[in-house]
């Protein structure tokens, strides 16, 4: 197995992982009342300082906020596959969405002391790790000549 080969597996696995978490998440945030799901997203705050009574739009915001993360989650795993096959196309999709993604998560989220470590640091962690050995992958195959493309003289 070739180094590029293998570094393409370990980031179809970092996505996968990332994937699943974020539809899981996404499904929680749906499933659960407007101040769980909150307290379960913004797990750093004290979740007496959540509870009360919202607005059905708030709701429906989070809803949609879970629905984005369900079809994020869906389409990182979908990625994650085809980039175990060695698609350089689904590596840069995946880490658009996902890396988009956890940049939103981190200046609102991380930044704003709103998170704790586990899980969702750590998911941007590994998304920031997958998009790095992306950067890797396709730069190391874009100025490395390809050995079986190569003329022999």
Request: charged share 10%.
């Given at each position: 197995?070739s180094?590029s080969?293998?570094i393409?597996?370990?980031?179809?696995?970092?996505?996968?992982?990332?994937g699943?978490v974020?539809?899981?998440?996404g499904?929680?945030?749906?499933?659960?009342g407007t101040?769980d799901?909150?307290?379960?997203?913004?797990?750093?705050?004290?979740?007496?300082?959540?509870?009360?009574?919202?607005?059905?739009a708030?709701?429906?915001?989070l809803n949609?906020?879970?629905?984005?993360l369900?079809?994020i989650?869906?389409f990182?795993v979908?990625g994650?596959?085809y980039?175990?096959?060695?698609?350089?196309?689904?590596m840069v999709?995946?880490a658009i969405?996902?890396?988009?993604?956890?940049?939103?998560?981190?200046?609102?989220?991380?930044?704003g002391?709103?998170?704790?470590?586990?899980?969702?640091?750590v998911?941007t962690?590994?998304s920031?790790?997958?998009?790095?050995?992306?950067v890797?992958?396709?730069f190391?195959?874009?100025?490395?000549?390809?050995?079986?493309?190569?003329?022999?003289?």
């Open positions: 197995m180094k080969t293998l393409l597996k370990i980031i179809s696995v970092l996505w996968v992982i990332w699943l974020h539809l899981f998440a499904i929680m945030t749906i499933s659960q101040a799901a909150i307290g379960g997203i913004a797990d750093a705050v004290d979740p007496t300082l959540l509870a009360g009574t919202y607005h059905e708030v709701g429906a915001v949609q906020h879970g629905f984005n369900g079809w989650g869906i990182t979908i994650g596959i980039i175990w096959r060695a698609s350089m196309t689904a999709f995946t969405v996902g890396g988009l993604t956890d940049i939103g998560y981190f200046i609102f989220m991380d930044l002391g709103f998170v704790n470590f586990v899980p969702g640091t998911m962690l590994m920031g790790a997958a998009i790095i050995l992306s890797i992958v396709y190391g195959k874009t100025n490395a000549p390809d050995s079986q493309n190569t003329q022999k003289s």
